[in-house]
T-cell receptor
């Protein structure tokens, strides 16, 4: 399968600070990437769709001013959690479907565990 | 009604047995269906994708799709302790977006 990386794999920050998470597709191009959040013992919840060259689209209930998404190139999307608070502590995972694949398969990055103190 | 429903489990099977995992979905227009495996603390790993009615086999895994019944299943033959994980059913809801079930936890005992 295709390879997606994320950085950092874990981060601990103080309340009120901003945290940037990078998602890269290593061996394919992705015009679209997806950002998910997973709380303990819960399933993945789609937060937003990152679109290369245009604005991200957010799912209902997700604050676009709090979760800033930038899809800078065909291989890189970033999620910035602004003014993080303890309730933002979660497992953030990105995924990408290869642009040239018509099968809608998505490959996930290894995830970033965010802990806000 | 949830868009994708799975029994949370745990489903316990002895080593060597067949594990059967089930999933139902609500949107009849869905065309793409996926099974992911997620180990504790890790991100999901794609196991199987299925797009048409019937069975699709890949090694010890068989995915089954019945669009009329809006039902997807995953069979794991010769279950191994290393198969112990949470299995997530995902349905494509259009524009490449996936909706996930809550997952079924599988425990394979030696």
């Amino acid at each position: 399968g295709a390879v997606v990386s994320q950085h950092p794999s874990w981060v601990i920050c103080k309340s009120g600070t901003s945290v940037k998470i990078e998602c890269r597709s290593l061996d394919f191009q992705a015009t679209t990437m997806f950002w998910y959040r997973q709380f303990p013992k819960q399933s993945l919840m789609l937060m937003a769709t990152s679109n290369e060259g245009s604005k991200a689209t957010y799912e209902q209930g997700v604050e676009k001013d709090k979760f800033l998404i930038n899809h800078a190139s065909l291989t890189l999307s970033t999620l910035t959690v602004t003014s993080a608070h303890p309730e933002d502590s979660s497992f953030y995972i990105c995924s990408a479907p290869p642009s040239t694949s018509g099968r809608n398969e998505q490959f996930f990055g290894p995830g970033t565990r965010l802990t806000v103190l | 009604q949830k868009e994708v429903e799975q029994n949370s489990g745990p489903l316990s099977v002895p080593e060597g047995a067949i594990a059967s995992l089930n999933c139902t979905y609500s949107d009849r227009v869905s065309q793409s269906f996926f099974w992911y495996r997620q180990y504790s603390g890790k991100s999901p790993e794609l196991i199987m994708s299925i797009y048409s009615n019937g069975d699709k086999e890949d090694g010890r895994f068989t995915a089954q799709l019945n669009k009329a019944s809006q039902y997807v299943s995953l069979l794991i033959r010769d279950s191994q302790p290393s198969d112990s994980a949470t299995y997530l059913c995902a349905v494509n809801k259009g524009f490449q977006k996936l909706v996930f079930g809550t997952g079924t936890r599988l425990l394979v005992s030696p």
